[in-house]
């Protein structure tokens, strides 16, 4: 089971950019499907962008599309997260998780078995 760790994430003023991280370890990083979540209080956990093993597929969320890039480096076993052009509403616990169920880039949370802890990111004015 790989076990994920999240970094990166602060307070940025609206219009910054922000890259976040996410440090795999303890299985083989490349066999996962990789993605990105947030969430804020009393609201689900919903879906921002997800990385097929490869990196040859993305998904994105419909607020985010334009704004986040999605990356991965297999041979450092991590994923990032680039966030431009920030808006108070991308204030969340942005989470990483992973999934071996298949190479998909699904925005179905319950299809990714392992999750990281969080990082907050507050976009302020």
């Known amino acids: 089971q790989v076990q994920l760790v999240e970094s990166g994430g602060r307070s940025v003023q609206v219009g910054g950019s922000l890259k976040l991280a996410c440090a795999a370890s303890?299985?083989?990083?490349?066999?996962?499907?990789m993605g990105w979540f947030r969430q804020t209080p009393g609201k689900e956990r919903g879906f921002v962008a997800a990385?097929?093993?490869?990196?040859?597929?993305?998904n994105y969320a419909t607020s985010v599309e334009g704004r986040f890039t999605i990356l991965r480096d297999n041979g450092k076993s991590a994923v990032y997260l680039q966030m431009n052009s920030l808006k108070p509403e991308d204030t969340a616990v942005y989470y990483c998780?992973?999934?071996?169920?298949?190479?998909?880039?699904?925005?179905?949370?319950?299809?990714?078995?392992?999750w990281g802890q969080g990082t907050q990111v507050t976009v302020s004015s």
């Open positions: 998780a992973a999934s071996r169920f298949g190479d998909i880039v699904t925005p179905d949370r319950s299809f990714y078995s392992n």
């Open positions: 990385i097929s093993r490869s990196a040859s597929r993305t």
């Open positions: 303890g299985g083989p990083f490349s066999d996962y499907t």
